[in-house]
């Protein structure tokens, strides 16, 4: 009976060791590696591995922030990077920190629809495919004192918060110094922009009250190289493809629970929240970050024109 039992245990144990052998292992070198960035790798590659049964296995490492574009698609299969970043590779990549554009969730994903496919031709010169996109959390506006309008601005000292790694970043102040603050160091602004959500602790130490202006939401790029996707076959680039798709439905979801329960932690802290801009403060951001919108749409040219027109007209606002 001892002999009976071992034959059969034997080739389920063979079976294993020899699916282990054959798993093909794909790199992913996460380049910003921020909460939301760290989430969308690993769900990433719990989707691979799932939809792959097991056959695909993608290892998830963080690579240092400054990779030259151009070396990306040679230093890994997979990479996941701030898009942003690499806006003067291809300036569509810096849409999504072009300030109050979108200035709702739902004005974000039609804007995300419309630029998709110029991201993925863009990638595509690049040697890059565009596998998945997840948003940041979207930048607001932290004060010393309550906002009720954009009146409340004028004189008052403001600074950006936490660095960025968005080539558009240093104009970013630009549609406040236009609405009258004053530039200030961090440590003496009575107003402060955050770039999502980094640093309530401190932040909920040194402001009484938060607005969600919804001055930017950045987007992350997941992608592969094109020559490693061009070698697979074609049920692993169906997975690949799959797992993205999944992986992007799934963040753009996620991102407005995060936002909500930000929301109520900050509040628990003794800030008052503003979930909205109070009074005229957001039209007032619009008509103000105008030109930084201008100045990225004549950076893009033609296709540039047709985004804005595009978008524009699908969410019904002139500017």
């Keep these: 009976m001892r002999r009976r039992s071992l034959l059969w245990v034997l080739p389920s144990s063979l079976l294993a060791s020899r699916a282990r052998a054959d798993r093909k292992t794909l790199h992913l070198a996460c380049y910003y ?34 990779m030259p574009f151009e070396m990306i698609r040679k230093a890994s299969a997979l990479a996941n990077y701030c898009a942003p970043m690499y806006a003067r590779f291809a300036p569509v990549f810096g849409l999504s920190a ?20 110029y991201y993925g031709a863009d990638l595509a010169r690049h040697g890059q495919i565009l596998l998945a996109t997840h948003p940041w959390r979207p930048a607001a506006l932290w004060s010393t004192f309550r906002i009720r309008s954009s009146i409340d601005l004028k ?20 549609p406040f110094v236009r609405l009258g603050v004053r530039r200030a160091s961090p440590s003496t602004a009575e107003l402060m922009l955050s770039n999502g959500y980094r640093g309530n602790l401190v932040f909920a130490q040194q402001f009484a009250a938060f607005t969600e202006i919804f001055f930017t939401v950045q987007l992350s790029f997941l992608t ?21 798709r999944e992986t992007e439905r799934t963040l753009w979801k996620r991102i407005r629970e995060f936002v909500a329960r930000d929301q109520q932690e900050i509040a628990a802290r003794g800030v008052v929240v503003a979930a909205d801009p109070p009074g005229d403060l957001g039209e007032a951001l619009r ?33």
Excluded: C, N
Aim: charge should be negative; avoid cysteine.
């Design 33 to 66: 590696d921020h909460a939301l960035g760290a989430q969308a790798v690993h769900l990433f590659a719990e989707k691979v591995m799932e939809a792959s049964s097991g056959a695909i296995e993608v290892s998830v490492e963080v690579a240092p922030p400054t």
């Design 98 to 117: 072009v300030p109050m554009l979108a200035v709702t969730f739902d004005e974000a994903d039609a804007l995300h629809g419309i630029a998709r496919p």
């Design 155 to 174: 004189g008052a000292e403001f600074s950006l918060g936490d660095p960025s790694y968005s080539d558009q970043a240093a104009t970013w102040a630009e």
């Design 224 to 244: 592969v190289s094109k020559a490693v996707f061009d070698a697979l076959s074609d049920a692993e680039r169906q997975v690949l493809v799959a797992a993205g």
């Design 287 to 319: 008509q103000a970050a105008e030109p930084e919108i201008q100045r990225w749409v004549d950076s893009l040219g033609t296709d540039g024109a047709s985004i804005l027109t595009d978008y524009r007209r699908t969410i019904g606002r002139r500017y």
